[in-house]
């Protein structure tokens, strides 16, 4: 897991429009970088729509905000249509940018093991490092936690 004070790993993935997003295009902003296991469940449902709904905030704040899932880019647009949803979602099918960010790991459920998404989010400054992580994301007040750590940062 990528840690407080680090660099954060390089990236480049689609987006719901099938255009290419990448960490070095993104320099000078703020990015809230949030990893989340799939499209049109619960909780990534309520996740996406309350940043989605938050999105002026973050915006007065110099900060974009990006879901990442190993979901298709299809998929993306579908849910992003159905929940009227306005994050920008970047699509990880083979998994190697949550490798490198230390997202993708061992779970557990009903007694079996498989690997997946751990929910997580990162705060990344202008410069490109990190300067906060949240581990195991509770969706409740997830949003608002983020915000206020950001506001903190900036000050």
């Not at 990015?31 to 007065?60: H, M, R, S, W």
């Not at 306005?86 to 490198?100: A, G, N, R, Y």
């Not at 498989?114 to 949240?134: A, H, L, N, Q, S």
């Amino acid at each position: 897991m990528i840690r407080i004070d680090e660099n954060a790993p390089e990236f480049c993935l689609p987006n719901q429009d099938d255009v290419e997003i990448c960490l070095r295009d993104l320099k000078g902003k703020w990015i809230v970088l949030y990893f989340y296991p799939k499209d049109n469940t619960p909780g990534c449902t309520t996740e996406a729509c309350e940043f989605t709904e938050a999105l002026p905030d973050f915006n007065d704040l110099n900060a974009i905000v990006l879901g990442v899932s190993a979901d298709t880019t299809k998929k993306h647009r579908q849910f992003m249509e159905k929940h009227e949803i306005d994050v920008t979602l970047l699509s990880d099918e083979d998994t190697s940018m949550m490798q490198e960010y230390g997202v993708w790991q061992m779970k557990k459920n009903y007694g079996k093991e498989y690997m997946g998404i751990v929910r997580t989010t990162f705060i990344i400054d202008p410069e490109g490092v990190v300067k906060g992580v949240f581990e195991k994301v509770r969706v409740k007040e997830h949003v608002q936690k983020v915000k206020s750590e950001l506001e903190s940062l900036q000050v």
